[in-house]
C-alpha cells in the first residue's frame, strides 16, 4: 500500500478556488490510479475524481465537472484537486485514495482535509 497525506483545505467563500494536495510515500505512486472523494456531514462518502497513472486519462463526478481538474505530479508524488466556483454544498472532508490497476477498490486512503465553503 501507499501512505497518503492530504492538505490545502481551509475556509473559502462562496466562489473562490481551492488547491488540494496529496503526498504519497511508500510503494511506487506512479503505478496507482488516483482518486479524490469527499463526505459531507451526514452524508456517505461520494467519488469526486480520479486520475490515471500518466495523467492523460481523467474521470470526474456530476457535480465536479467543469469546476474541479485532478492532475498528478509523479516526480514529487502529489496530486492535486484544483477546485473554482466553490459552493457551499462542496463542504466536505476530502479524502484521497490510491488503487491499483488490477482492482476497482481503492485501498490506500488519507486521513482527510476539511473544505469549508461560506455563503
Known amino acids: 500500500q501507499v501512505q497518503l497525506v492530504e492538505s490545502g483545505g481551509e475556509l473559502v467563500q462562496a466562489g473562490g478556488s481551492l488547491r488540494l494536495s496529496c503526498a504519497a510515500s511508500g510503494r511506487v505512486f506512479s503505478r496507482y490510479i488516483m482518486g479524490w472523494f469527499r463526505q459531507a456531514p451526514g452524508k456517505e462518502r461520494a467519488f469526486v475524481a480520479a486520475i490515471n497513472w500518466s495523467g492523460g486519462s481523467t474521470e470526474y463526478s456530476d457535480s465536479a465537472k467543469g469546476r474541479f481538474t485532478i492532475s498528478r505530479d509523479n516526480a514529487k508524488n502529489t496530486v492535486y484537486l484544483q477546485m473554482n466556483s466553490l459552493e457551499p454544498e462542496d463542504t466536505a472532508v476530502y479524502y484521497c485514495?490510491?488503487?491499483?490497476?488490477?482492482?476497482?477498490?481503492?485501498?490506500?486512503w488519507g486521513q482527510g482535509t476539511q473544505v469549508t465553503v461560506s455563503s
Open positions: 485514495a490510491a488503487r491499483s490497476t488490477l482492482t476497482t477498490t481503492y485501498n490506500s
